[in-house]
T-cell receptor, first 115, second 116 residues
Framework: DAGVIQSPRHEVTEMGQEVTLRCKPI?????LFWYRQTMMRGLELLIY????????DSGMPEDRFSAKMPNASFSTLKIQPSEPRDSAVYFC?????????????FGPGTRLLVL | AQTVTQSQPEMSVQEAETVTLSCTYD???????LFWYKQPPSRQMILVIR??????QNATENRFSVNFQKAAKSFSLKISDSQLGDTAMYFC?????????????FGTGTRLKVLA
């Protein structure tokens, strides 16, 4: 398996623009997670899905952030409008169904820079 | 609320020596999982080792082992025979149930440098 795939790997945009980050989980994994990593706040869980349904979005910072999972093999994290403080590395991770969900497999991350 | 604390922001160790990274956590749950993840300069997060709270035996993976003290809520990582490739950021993480869902919490990390 190719592992968790994220795109783009790097994104530079200007304040106010819409940003869409994409993730393809490992096939057969029912859980998908979005994390944000910054120097100041470390690694934060933003939201996670089970069988395409959002389970816990309490980590989503504000309404400018939204995440969707239209099917089992694709998820997006959207920021609209983007702000410089959104600059971070965004990770997607996936894990097996309950009984194995404790082990997450991370993608390579998307490094976002908002100017 | 569950918390994970890594009190050592940075550590260094000589190649081939042994180093221990500390992690403490707080939870009122009895069933949970603990992990150590490694993040090398490439930024990829890699699972190093995991421990189920219901298991008393400490997990081991080759040169990596943990000292799990459930009563003390301590979960340290020991790296034996350190190698240059072990240079990375190490994150301790907790996963457990709360309010009908699962919470995943990462510590702030320990930056480990292995010296030649």
């Amino acid at each position: 398996d190719a592992g968790v795939i994220q795109s783009p790997r790097h994104e530079v945009t200007e304040m106010g623009q819409e940003v869409t980050l994409r993730c393809k989980p490992i096939s057969g994994h029912d859980y998908l997670f979005w994390y944000r990593q910054t120097m100041m706040r470390g690694l934060e869980l933003l939201i996670y899905f089970n069988n395409n349904v959002p389970i816990d979005d309490s980590g989503m910072p504000e309404d400018r952030f939204s995440a969707k999972m239209p099917n089992a093999s694709f998820s997006t994290l959207k920021i609209q409008p983007s702000e410089p403080r959104d600059s971070a590395v965004y990770f997607c991770a996936s894990s097996l169904p309950a009984g194995g969900l404790e082990t997450q497999y991370f993608g390579p991350g998307t490094r976002l820079l908002v100017l | 609320a569950q918390t994970v604390t890594q009190s050592q922001p940075e550590m260094s160790v000589q190649e081939a020596e042994t180093v221990t990274l500390s992690c403490t956590y707080d939870t009122s749950e009895s069933n949970y999982y603990l992990f150590w993840y490694k993040q090398p300069p490439s930024r990829q997060m890699i699972l190093v080792i995991r421990q189920e709270a219901y298991k008393q035996q400490n997990a081991t993976e080759n040169r990596f082992s943990v000292n799990f003290q459930k009563a003390a809520k301590s979960f340290s990582l020991k790296i034996s025979d350190s190698q240059l490739g072990d240079t990375a950021m190490y994150f301790c993480a907790f996963m457990g149930p709360t309010s009908g869902t699962y919470k995943y919490i990462f510590g702030t990390g320990t930056r480990l440098k292995v010296l030649a």
